[in-house]
């Protein structure tokens, strides 16, 4: 009688009250652990949450500079409002409130929380205070580990706090390394691609949960055997006893013919062939274009299912002026330093340098670093853009080969070493040393402060789904945030300049406070003049309720309240029709707090649309849209052999996080059952590839198209090539099913001129010329007939935008409404 509903229990009586009522299966898992202890049914594992105490308290604080004091495992060792005893404490305008007294440690569906009860809520009286510590598990040691976030209403607040004690113990530990030697010169590190479940549909109703060299994280509705890298989570099993399998155990990567790929043996028989036991392997591609890390289902093949993985992490070389640090997977990117020349010096001797880019003044082209005397300088180094990382993890430039030093007949080099900016150090560049012909500098900056690059990803609030917001940030210039109509009035002179989870765009003649994500500006005669910040990029991208918030805080001083500091947030939501969209200023709250908002397809879930087998196209109904692969399939020689237009079965999913359209079939071929995948990316430059792998039983067909582009909601690359946006002559192509009729050989040419007319085109190409004859006399007005000349020719300028990586899996039909319902 008690197995329709949740079963709730003390966790030491755990399994044996399933074995007593008999049940064939869990539906639904809630126990309630004893003191910071808890047995989970599934596996008999046991989780010891004892080490969470601490003997001071664990101190989050708010953007209003309220805080909140908790213990776990026991109560705080300080009082509360006079009061002993108490589990959680939070400070509001220099008042104490208990959060609550005691607190239980709960398991649900394989989330830890510890839930806090206090008194009652001053702004509203029917409700108490309350506080959720939500546990989720990370492998990895995080320097701050705890985040909080409010509910509207100010009276329930939920902490979450990344610790290895929530993860499944597991004879399988996380590997010691996660490296594979890609050459004798580079080792590749995939230590960075573990950081969080990636999930993958099995276009079947299913999801795989994948981790590298840790095994998959312990979470809601992730509660996979321990020790599993590749984990099946079969959503239509109500039983969770048979929900997660093992597809995998977790391994090191390893090399062959230079991919890197990690192969996974399963403790589960292969249900095609009893002698087999599943296995799973990812293969690595170096995509150099993948701003997020997407794994991609390829099919199940011989008892072994194939995933790929495109990914920067495994491409022997990253953009100039970039690297990893191996330790921890930290992207160092200095590329904001470039483009600029830094004066430094040093008793009488000055010094110019570049980082990862020549100075721009004073050197010889060639320098990345000199020193300027009274009738000459002396090169210090060939300049390069090879960012390089020493083994304790300090990024460092090093330009090698300058001048002859006159002490030891050899080359001068520099070494520029970048340091993070700790609070109260001066940011900037300092010579440390300039003998032995070797100038050495240290570069003071927090772009390689790894602990103050905030989070541009979380998890909905169901914790099943990553959603990412990387795609969104700028490298090169900055969102101009629109303004609402309803207080466009008061604002008509304002722009307000945005950056998504980083610091603005330095801008020339924008003086915004440095590290600002947000900067209001009064545009005075076209200039922005009385810049202010509207807060700093330090707390990471969390979920309210269905929609995603950044907060930027400790924004310039607000001029209503001189004991409050401008801060903003962003509210983004999904819009497949809107592209990348743009943000809209909203609300403005006592002249304080600037709230916007930003509908982007980047967060929206992959969508299925519809194939029409009779026409051989693709129908997206969300953003009514339609896509013929007719020619297409007769112009790849692959596809046309296969004849892909009449396979039996088709899937398309529209990525619009991707910016891709994905078409899934297979066929018999002699390796089995091929798989099938036409990859439509939506780019400016038509152009198309395939690739076969008969060892994987698999077929890629690429292709490069801006006709897709409206099926994702999005406009066509600006810098799309010529044959986009210039119209073709009759031998450069032609519409093939409106221009049939013009390539009969019997027609007359299009645009036929009678004699007159050829007469009168002449007369007037005569008369233009002469007319230009005369303008170019003078010089200054040749110099702009050529500039305009020069601006118009573009017909020979091609030039391949790569579509920006992006991942998302989020359904908001598995988002709440209300942080009442988190813990649901």
């Known amino acids: 009688m008690f197995c329709n509903f949740s079963v709730k229990f003390l966790c030491i009586f755990s399994v044996f009250l399933l074995a007593l009522c008999g049940c064939d299966g869990l539906e639904n898992l809630e126990?309630?652990?004893?003191?910071?202890?808890?047995?989970?049914?599934i596996y008999n594992t046991t989780f010891d949450l004892s080490d969470l105490h601490s003997e001071l308290s664990h101190v989050v604080t708010l953007e209003n500079k309220d805080s909140i004091d908790f213990n776990l495992c026991g109560s705080l060792s300080k009082t509360?409002?006079?009061?002993?005893?108490?589990?959680?404490?939070?400070?509001?305008?220099?008042?104490?409130?208990?959060?609550?007294?005691?607190?239980?440690?709960?398991l649900t569906n394989g989330r830890?929380?510890?839930?806090?009860?206090?008194?009652?809520?001053?702004?509203?009286?029917?409700?108490?205070?309350?506080?959720?510590?939500?546990?989720?598990?990370?492998?990895?040691?995080?320097?701050?580990?705890?985040?909080?976030?409010?509910s509207s209403n100010s009276c329930s607040y939920i902490v979450i706090y990344r610790t290895k004690l929530a993860c499944i113990p597991s004879s399988s530990k996380p590997l010691d390394s996660c490296s594979a030697p890609l050459s004798s010169f580079t080792t590749i590190n995939l230590y960075p691609l573990a950081n969080v479940n990636h999930v993958v549909d099995d276009r079947n109703r299913g999801t795989f949960l994948i981790n590298i060299c840790r095994p998959v994280l312990w979470d809601f509705d992730a509660m996979c055997p321990p020790g599993t890298g590749v984990c099946f989570v079969n959503r239509s099993e109500t039983d969770l006893m048979k929900r997660f399998k093992n597809m995998g155990s977790i391994e090191k990567p390893t090399v062959e013919n230079g991919v890197i790929s990690v192969k996974m043996n399963s403790p589960e028989i292969c249900p095609s062939d009893s002698s087999k036991k599943i296995s799973s392997i990812i293969s690595f591609q170096c995509d150099k274009t993948a701003r997020i890390e997407k794994v991609e289902f390829i099919g199940f093949h011989d008892c072994q299912?194939?995933?790929?993985?495109?990914?920067?992490?495994?491409?022997?070389?990253?953009?100039?002026?970039?690297?990893?640090?191996?330790?921890?997977?930290?992207?160092?990117?200095?590329?904001?330093?470039?483009?600029?020349?830094?004066?430094?010096?040093?008793?009488?001797?000055?010094?110019?340098?570049?980082?990862?880019?020549?100075?721009?003044?004073?050197?010889?082209?060639?320098?990345?670093?000199?020193?300027?005397?009274?009738?000459?300088?002396?090169?210090?180094?060939?300049?390069?853009?090879?960012?390089?990382?020493?083994?304790t993890g300090v990024p460092y430039l090093k330009y090698p080969g300058g001048g002859l030093c006159q002490k030891t007949k050899e080359p001068w080099h520099t070494i520029i070493e970048f340091v993070c900016a700790e609070q109260g150090m001066e940011?900037?560049?300092?010579?440390?040393?300039?003998?032995?012909?070797?100038?050495?500098?240290?570069?003071?900056?927090?772009?390689?402060?790894?602990?103050?690059?905030?989070?541009?990803?979380?998890?909905?609030?169901?914790?099943?789904?990553?959603?990412?917001?990387?795609?969104?940030?700028?490298?090169?210039?900055?969102?101009?945030?629109?303004?609402?109509?309803?207080?466009?009035?008061?604002?008509?002179?304002?722009?307000?300049?945005?950056?998504?989870?980083?610091?603005?765009?330095?801008?020339?003649?924008?003086?915004?406070?440095?590290?600002?994500?947000?900067?209001?500006?009064?545009?005075?005669?076209?200039?922005?003049?009385?810049?202010?910040?509207?807060?700093?990029?330090?707390?990471?991208?969390?979920?309210?309720?269905?929609?995603?918030?950044?907060?930027?805080?400790?924004?310039?001083?607000?001029?209503?309240?001189?004991?409050?500091?401008?801060?903003?947030?962003?509210?983004?939501?999904?819009?497949?029709?809107?592209?990348?969209?743009?943000?809209?200023?909203?609300?403005?709250?006592?002249?304080?707090l600037y709230e916007f908002e930003w509908a982007t397809n980047v967060i929206?879930?992959?969508?299925?649309?519809?194939?029409?087998?009779?026409?051989?196209?693709?129908?997206?109904?969300?953003?009514?849209?339609?896509?013929?692969?007719?020619?297409?399939?007769?112009?790849?020689?692959k596809l046309n052999e296969l004849k892909f237009c009449q396979l039996d079965k088709y899937q398309v999913m529209a990525d619009y996080a991707q910016g891709s359209v994905k078409v899934f079939s297979s066929a018999k071929e002699k390796c089995g059952d091929m798989n099938i995948e036409l990859r439509l990316n939506c780019n400016g430059d038509e152009r198309n590839s395939s690739a076969r792998d008969d060892t994987l039983c698999r077929l890629l067909v690429t292709y490069e198209t801006p006709s897709?582009?409206?099926?994702?909601?999005?406009?066509?690359?600006?810098?799309?090539?010529?044959?986009?946006?210039?119209?073709?002559?009759?031998?450069?192509?032609?519409?093939?099913?409106?221009?049939?009729?013009?390539?009969?050989?019997?027609?007359?040419?299009?645009?036929?001129?009678?004699?007159?007319?050829?007469?009168?085109?002449?007369?007037?190409?005569?008369?233009?010329?002469?007319?230009?004859?005369?303008?170019?006399?003078?010089?200054?007005?040749?110099?702009?007939?050529?500039?305009?000349?020069?601006?118009?020719?573009?017909?020979?300028?091609?030039?391949?935008?790569?579509?920006?990586?992006?991942?998302?899996?989020?359904?908001?039909?598995?988002?709440?409404?209300?942080?009442?319902?988190?813990l649901i």
């Open 31 to 41: 126990i309630t652990g004893s003191g910071c202890n808890l047995t989970e049914p």
């Open 80 to 106: 509360c409002n006079g009061s002993t005893g108490i589990g959680a404490c939070l400070t509001t305008k220099g008042k104490e409130m208990a959060l609550g007294q005691e607190h239980t440690l709960k």
């Open 112 to 150: 830890f929380h510890f839930d806090f009860s206090g008194t009652k809520c001053p702004s509203s009286s029917d409700k108490n205070l309350t506080l959720t510590v939500i546990l989720q598990c990370d492998y990895s040691p995080i320097k701050d580990p705890i985040r909080v976030q409010k």
């Open 305 to 391: 299912y194939d995933f790929v993985w495109p990914t920067s992490t495994v491409c022997e070389t990253l953009e100039p002026c970039t690297a990893v640090d191996p330790k921890t997977g930290f992207k160092y990117d200095l590329r904001q330093l470039s483009k600029k020349s830094y004066n430094v010096t040093q008793g009488n001797n000055s010094y110019t340098f570049g980082v990862c880019s020549a100075p721009l003044a004073s050197c010889l082209e060639s320098s990345g670093a000199c020193e300027v005397l009274p009738t000459e300088t002396v090169g210090l180094g060939i300049v390069n853009d090879k960012l390089l990382v020493n083994q």
């Open 427 to 592: 940011a900037g560049p300092k010579i440390i040393e300039n003998t032995d012909c070797r100038l050495i500098i240290h570069f003071v900056t927090d772009l390689i402060c790894q602990e103050k690059q905030i989070s541009c990803q979380t998890t909905n609030s169901s914790f099943d789904s990553v959603i990412d917001l990387t795609p969104l940030i700028k490298y090169t210039d900055n969102y101009v945030a629109n303004i609402s109509s309803e207080i466009k009035g008061e604002n008509a002179k304002s722009k307000y300049f945005i950056n998504v989870c980083r610091p603005l765009v330095p801008q020339y003649g924008l003086s915004c406070p440095g590290g600002s994500a947000i900067c209001q500006a009064t545009i005075e005669n076209g200039k922005p003049e009385s810049e202010k910040s509207l807060g700093y990029p330090d707390v990471s991208l969390t979920m309210v309720n269905t929609r995603a918030q950044l907060k930027y805080l400790r924004g310039s001083e607000c001029p209503a309240d001189k004991d409050t500091q401008l801060s903003s947030l962003i509210d983004f939501y999904c819009d497949p029709k809107i592209g990348r969209g743009n943000p809209i200023l909203k609300t403005i709250t006592h002249d304080c």
């Open 604 to 637: 929206c879930p992959s969508f299925k649309c519809e194939f029409s087998k009779k026409h051989c196209s693709i129908h997206n109904e969300q953003t009514d849209s339609d896509f013929d692969l007719s020619d297409l399939v007769k112009s790849n020689s």
């Open 708 to 822: 897709i582009c409206s099926m994702l909601g999005l406009n066509p690359p600006a810098e799309a090539s010529p044959s986009v946006t210039t119209p073709k002559s009759p031998e450069d192509g032609k519409d093939s099913k409106t221009d049939d009729k013009a390539d009969d050989g019997d027609k007359k040419p299009r645009g036929g001129m009678s004699p007159v007319g050829t007469v009168f085109t002449v007369l007037a190409v005569f008369g233009v010329v002469g007319g230009i004859g005369f303008a170019l006399k003078d010089p200054e007005r040749r110099a702009k007939v050529l500039s305009l000349i020069r601006r118009k020719d573009t017909n020979v300028t091609y030039s391949r935008v790569s579509n920006e990586e992006a991942s998302l899996l989020m359904n908001p039909a598995t988002l709440t409404e209300s942080d009442d319902e988190l």
